[in-house]
C-alpha cells in the first residue's frame, strides 16, 4: 500500500495557547482570506474528543491548528510587525484577542 506523500511528516496538535508567531505566519500566509467548512478537518485524538483544526505544513511537521474564534480573531488582525520583538517559536508572543461580549446577532424580522 502506497504511503501518502506527507506520511514521514511530524503531526502536531496546536491549541491557540501554544500558537507562536511562526505558525501563526504560515497559516495567514496559507489562508490569507480567513479558513471556511472546506479547510477544516474533524479528527478524534487520543483522549476521543473530537477536534476541529486547520493544517499548515513545514517541511518536517504538520501542524493540526484547532479551529477557535480567538483563533479566526487573531488571523483577521495578523501584523507581522506585533511580532517582530520576539522569536519565531515564542507560544507567548501571540496574545488572546479582545474579542466583544455584545456581538449579537441583528434582527431581521
Do not use: C, W
Not at 474564534?69 to 488582525?77: D, G, I, Q, R
Not at 495578523?78 to 461580549?101: G, H, L, M, R, T
Request: no cysteine; proline share 5%; charged share 40%.
Amino acid at each position: 500500500m502506497k504511503q501518502p506523500k506527507d506520511a514521514h511528516l511530524k503531526k502536531v496538535i496546536v491549541d491557540f495557547k501554544k500558537l507562536t508567531p511562526e505558525i501563526l505566519a504560515l497559516l495567514v500566509e496559507k489562508y490569507p482570506d480567513g479558513y471556511d467548512e472546506d479547510h477544516i478537518i474533524t479528527f478524534r485524538n487520543a483522549k476521543n474528543e473530537i477536534i476541529d483544526a486547520v493544517e499548515v505544513t513545514t517541511e518536517d511537521t504538520k501542524y493540526l491548528v484547532k479551529v477557535s474564534t480567538k483563533l479566526a480573531v487573531t488571523m483577521e488582525n495578523y501584523d507581522e510587525d506585533d511580532y517582530e520583538d520576539y522569536d519565531s517559536d515564542d507560544p507567548e508572543a501571540v496574545q488572546d484577542p479582545e474579542i466583544a461580549e455584545d456581538t449579537e446577532e441583528d434582527d431581521f424580522d
